[in-house]
């Protein structure tokens, strides 16, 4: 059985909704963190102008390797080693890889420690060069230190039982890496399950 994730099952329709306008005109999406592939197969059967390239840690790509094999398409190369705290990224298994534009990430910033989300930031500044390229947040956040809801505070609290390093994040200090790596804050949409949907633009 393949590897299977009840959330991005459940997510996947409106997120293909939300990202098919930011989409248009794009080439080649880097996926950080892309779990069990689920987007991706999804979004490029939808989107079949879109290369789709899932990257997650070395762990995790025999479940990402299934899933490709078994629903994937020519839009889905396979699947590259990355890790965030680890750079440069290094992106050319073979294949050139200068024509990603875009950068999506879903339900990753929360999981990882602050120096790696500071990291992810860096590494993605490094990887979109050219004014107009896009990074797309999935996941919950904090506004001014302040949860949205209370089952979000309480997420948070499992998450640091889970690991102390990890925790829903502040949209402000994201926003202020982003800008440091060259980004300007373009929108943030209101997502299900008290998650968001923020989109930078590489400005410089």
Not at 79 to 89: H, I, N, S, T
């Amino acid at each position: 059985m393949l590897p299977f994730s009840a959330a991005a099952d459940r997510n996947k329709d409106v997120i293909l909704e939300k990202l098919t306008p930011l989409l248009a005109g794009r080439r080649h999406v880097l996926e950080v963190g892309s779990g069990n592939a689920q987007h991706a197969v999804h979004v490029t059967s939808a989107l079949p102008h879109i290369r789709w390239q899932c990257s997650d840690l070395a762990e995790n790509l025999p479940g990402i390797a299934a899933r490709l094999a078994d629903e994937g398409n020519a839009h889905t190369p396979p699947a590259l080693a990355l890790d965030v705290a680890a750079g440069p990224w290094v992106l050319n298994a073979g294949e050139a890889h200068d024509d990603i534009d875009v950068i999506f990430t879903a339900n990753t910033l929360h999981i990882m420690s602050l120096d790696h989300v500071a990291g992810f930031f860096e590494r993605a500044g490094e990887t979109l060069t050219r004014p107009g390229d896009i990074m797309i947040v999935y996941g919950p956040l904090k506004y001014g230190g302040a949860f949205t809801t209370e089952s979000n505070a309480a997420f948070d609290l499992q998450l640091k039982s889970w690991n102390p390093v990890s925790g829903i994040r502040d949209f402000e200090a994201l926003d202020a890496m982003a800008g440091q790596a060259g980004f300007r804050f373009v929108s943030d949409q209101p997502m299900p399950a008290n998650n968001q949907l923020v989109l930078w633009e590489r400005s410089r």
